[in-house]
């Protein structure tokens, strides 16, 4: 199950996030950079999982974004890599070129994309 | 005239609407908002600049402004996600979802979703709204409801709107048909018993075209499935469908709207098998069913793209967790292995996690591709490395185990610190089960030690003790190696706990230079007392090493000859040590020095082997021999140190000074057989000047000429060795419905030994709580009573509790006990004392 969703970037400004289970919102920020800083730990060549807590980060870099997807431990790691993807594709032909920029101004919009897939 | 007129009206009306302009300048929209937060450098300016946005969209919903509420909503929740508090637009949120115009709407839920979820009180007033818009007649608007329901929906809002949500599960309309399904998850999750509702409308749902609903429908079949084993039982006879929508999704060429590199609706593939595999779990039928098609997904699907390895992934766990033909299980560690071989990280990743869950059954399977593994723990990717460590601990055996041991240990040199613990645990671990042999074994917890030796866990250093005490042969050689180990460095506390123990007790063979493995090295007692004296002033080691040292060197008092002068001198300057631990033992010693020398030797005296205990030995006597801790089996007086917290005590308190002595044995005195040691152990309440003379015919110190008589409780042999023939069994006490059975068995190995149990009995009509039985025998006797099966006689004699005494008489004497018994009854504590006398001969004699 997808726990949560996060577009940031290298910096570590949040750019979207959504959360399919409650968590407090001094967690959730605390919760970001933690994310953020282990993904931007990694070099090319390693793995784009990573244990954290109690469940995995499936991460992918685009760029200077990194999104990230957390699960628990039932889904398909691969699959969901892939989902990832799939939704950068989406943008793009919605947007028709993503961009990090785009990305933020249209953040409403990405929520309901999110939403159907 | 009239154009004059028109203007001066279109003046007058501008001028009004700049003023209403002025007054109120319309709220920006979010694009603006956005740029102007990123233009701000440092997070004080921004929080700056949003803390003014915050205030004017408050001014603005006071105003209830319905034009621009939308917009002021969306920049809200724009200020959300950055992290800042924004629960006072929830009430707007609702505002929004109740109007008509669609975009509000939208904002409205979108809103609802992010900022309202069951814990505020709001949210039910959102049910209504909800309601309607379920009905409503642009798809787009139910689409919006069902999501957030979906959403955030708490279990009241769900029992309120199921059946809606139901009716939409069965509509035409296949992009309602989709969310609703989801929604459907959502509310099956939140209130599992209206599972029922949905069971009709699931059994069209496989007959979809539409992939989208196809896909929501597998995930509302899934999640039935995992949580009702009645669903999972009636879903079963979907399998041959869903065979034949997978073969197609296979077989179908090129559709361009499902087709991602090359592989057509990868998504639903990995839910059906998902699903497939949830099904054919435990059932023989359905994994038949399933096993052609397994078989044709693993051999047709193209790997050279991540997604046709993510469908293969999931087919694998699919095989892995039916009851598959064992053909079908090898095809399956087979595509693990390539994964294994692959250059990306991620399919390594996951091949070794798959690998790890299925080491335990196809475990043959699996060794084909160890040095694969073993290789992988050269990987540079955190995440890689550690699986391959569990992999490889799970793939170690008695063939390998050399081989596999030197990776192991090279792994253990140049790991993370965060693995060397878990490494370092798992390596002994291994070697304890398949050491080839006892050098080897030795070798390699040095090597652990002297490599890793502060990530070792504590529990380590008296497991090593034991070991090494126990391979006796090894002793010079494992003494000569510790001591060269820490010659060097005396930082790794654990290594130096092992040395200084070694050292203390085989001090002598160090100095005589007697290994055989290896050179002997030569050694002077005063060398041996230097690395022993740095230990105890370096500012390395800790209060527990501290204390390992000092009683190594006071053991070697009787081990060396020349310089126990120096030891006592050392000992007496930690008399005044600041550290309490330290202190006691350095003033003990001195004791022990000054008024108990002829005792010394004895005391100090080499250890015996000892036996391994099993974790839930020691609850029977607290008096272990010191597997726990080495260190303080040295004797302490009487009000400090463990009491051992048995009967002993107890009985001592009630007994008083009758000539019932305590139930542990008196000090033997100078003599020097090899139990001295640990009998002396068993001493809790020791009084060391009167023993001696208290027990000073040879003929009542007990004789125990075997190793230890108590441990035999300790370990985990059966308690009754060579059961003799039948004796008699007694009734030891019977009074107020209370009666305690004693049967006896003689061991053949001890005849001095009797084993009584005894079983007590209830037949009154209520039940004895807290029943305590304590025992207590004359001063030839040794008794140790193990601890009871339960501490409640139930009435009506329906059940006992049982308790096993064991008695050592070595004088052959007849035996006599006196029993105490508490227990609760009726309400009331009640407590007897007893004589049993009627002892049969042969349990004695």
């Known amino acids: 199950m997808i726990k949560f969703f996060l577009m940031v970037n290298k910096q570590g400004q949040t750019r979207l996030s959504k959360y399919y289970e409650h968590v407090d919102i001094n967690k959730r920020t605390l919760l970001e950079t933690e994310v953020i800083k282990s993904c931007l730990s990694r070099s090319n060549e390693q793995c784009s999982f990573i244990e954290y807590k109690d469940f995995k980060l499936i991460y992918r870099q685009y760029a200077a974004l990194f999104i990230v997807v957390g699960v628990n431990d039932t889904e398909n790691e691969m699959a969901i890599y892939e989902f990832i993807h799939n939704f950068v594709e989406v943008l793009d032909e919605y947007f028709s070129r993503v961009m990090e920029s785009r990305s933020v101004t249209q953040a409403g919009v990405q929520w309901h994309n999110l939403g159907s897939l | ?247 197609n999704l296979i077989m179908s060429g090129y559709s361009p709207e499902h087709d991602v590199s090359g592989i057509s609706d990868p998504f639903l593939q990995v839910r059906i098998l998902r699903l497939l595999r949830i099904l054919g779990r435990n059932d023989d039928d359905s994994s038949e069913a399933m096993n052609d098609i397994l078989a044709q997904v693993a051999t047709n699907t193209e790997t050279s793209k991540n997604v046709g390895n993510a469908i293969l992934y999931e087919t694998v766990l699919t095989i892995m967790d039916i009851k598959s033909e064992s053909g079908l299980r090898v095809l399956a560690i087979n595509i693990l292995g390539r994964f294994l071989l692959n250059n990306d990280k991620n399919i390594r990743y996951v091949a070794l996690t798959s690998l790890l869950k299925t080491v335990q059954t196809d475990h043959n399977a699996v060794q084909r591709h160890r040095s694969t593994i073993v290789d992988c723990l050269k990987d540079l990717d955190v995440s890689i490395k550690r699986r391959a460590m569990e992999l490889s601990f799970a793939l170690v055996n008695g063939n390998n185990i050399r081989g596999m041991m030197k990776e192991l240990l090279y792994f253990l040199d140049s790991c993370e610190p965060e693995f060397k613990a878990d490494c370092a645990s798992g390596i002994f671990l291994a070697a304890e089960k398949y050491a080839p ?280 042999q059966p308690l009754f060795n060579d059961i003799a023939a039948g004796i008699p069994s007694i009734t030891a006490y019977s009074k107020n419905g209370l009666k305690i059975e004693f049967t006896f068995e003689r061991s053949n190995t001890n005849p001095s030994v009797t084993v009584i149990t005894i079983q007590a009995s209830n037949s009154t009509e209520l039940d004895m709580t807290d029943f305590v039985f304590q025992a207590a025998v004359p001063k030839t006797f040794q008794l140790q009573l193990l601890s009871p099966s339960s501490s409640i006689v139930p009435a009506f004699n329906t059940g006992t509790i049982t308790q096993v005494i064991k008695v050592l008489n070595p004088q052959k004497q007849q035996l006599r006990m006196r029993i105490k018994l508490t227990y609760n009854h009726k309400g009331s504590a009640m407590q007897d004392l007893a004589e049993v006398n009627n002892f049969p001969p042969q349990s004695w004699q």
């Open chain 2, 437 to 716: 042999s006892k050098r080897w074994h030795i070798d390699t917890i040095m090597r652990v030690l002297t490599t890793a030796g502060s990530y070792v866990r504590d529990d380590a250093v008296p497991n090593l003790i034991q070991l090494i005490t126990n391979s006796v042969e090894m002793h010079a050689y494992t003494v000569q190696r510790l001591y060269k180990a820490i010659l060097g460095d005396y930082s790794q506390q654990p290594l130096v706990q092992v040395a200084a123990w070694c050292i203390g007790e085989y001090g002598d063979l160090l100095v005589s230079g007697q290994c055989e493995e290896e050179e002997p090295i030569q050694v002077t007692e005063d060398e041996v007392l230097d690395i022993l004296e740095s230990v105890l002033i370096s500012n390395m080691s800790t209060s527990v090493t501290r204390g390992y040292a000092l009683t190594a060197i006071m053991k070697l008092s009787t081990r060396f000859t020349c310089t126990v002068n120096r030891i006592k001198k050392v000992v007496s300057i930690y008399g005044s040590s600041i550290d309490v631990e330290l202190q006691q033992r350095a003033v003990e010693y001195n004791a022990l020095f000054k008024k108990y020398d002829h005792m010394r030797s004895a005391l100090l005296e080499r250890m015996p082997v000892m036996e391994k205990v099993t974790t839930n030995g020691p609850t029977e006597i607290v008096q272990t021999n010191g597997e726990t801790e080495p260190a303080p089996l040295e004797t302490k007086p009487p009000p400090s140190g463990p009491q051992p917290t048995s009967q002993a005590n107890d009985l001592l308190d009630l007994l008083g000074g009758n000539d019932i002595t305590p139930v542990i044995p008196t000090a033997p005195t100078s003599k020097p057989s090899s139990a001295g040691g640990e009998l002396l152990d068993l001493l809790g309440d020791i009084n060391l000047t009167g023993a001696p003379a208290a027990a000073p015919a040879p003929a009542s110190v007990p004789q125990i000429s075997q190793p230890p008589f108590l441990l035999d409780g300790l370990s985990s």
């Open chain 2, 1 to 247: 005239m009239e154009k004059n007129i028109n203007l001066r009206n279109c003046q007058t009306l501008n001028t009004y609407v700049m003023l209403t302009h002025l007054r109120m300048p319309a709220p920006i929209r979010l694009r603006e908002l956005i740029r102007t937060i990123r233009t701000a450098r440092t997070q004080a300016e921004e929080r700056e600049m949003i803390q003014k946005e915050c205030a004017a969209i408050r001014s603005s919903f006071r105003e209830e402004d319905n034009t621009y509420r939308c917009r002021n909503v969306a920049k809200l929740l724009y200020m959300h996600m950055l992290g800042y508090p924004a629960h006072f637009g929830q009430l707007e949120c609702l505002k929004l979802i109740a109007s008509q115009k669609f975009t509000d709407k939208r904002i409205g839920y979108l809103g609802a979703m992010l900022l309202l979820d069951e814990r505020q009180d709001v949210h039910l007033l959102m049910t209504n709204c909800i309601k309607n818009d379920l009905n409503h007649s642009t798809q787009f608007v139910q689409g919006l409801a069902l999501c957030t329901l979906g959403c955030m929906g708490s279990s009241e809002m769900c029992r309120d709107l199921a059946g809606e949500v139901e009716k939409l599960l069965k509509t035409s309309n296949s992009y309602l048909r989709k969310k609703a399904a989801l929604c459907a998850v959502h509310v099956i999750r939140k209130v599992p018993e209206l599972m029922e509702m949905f069971l009709p409308a699931t059994k069209n749902l496989l007959n979809e075209k539409n992939h989208g609903v196809l896909h929501t429908s597998v995930v509302l079949l899934t999640e039935m499935c995992e949580r009702s084993p009645d669903m999972l039982a009636h879903f079963r006879k979907l399998v041959p469908q869903l065979v034949r929508i997978l073969k």
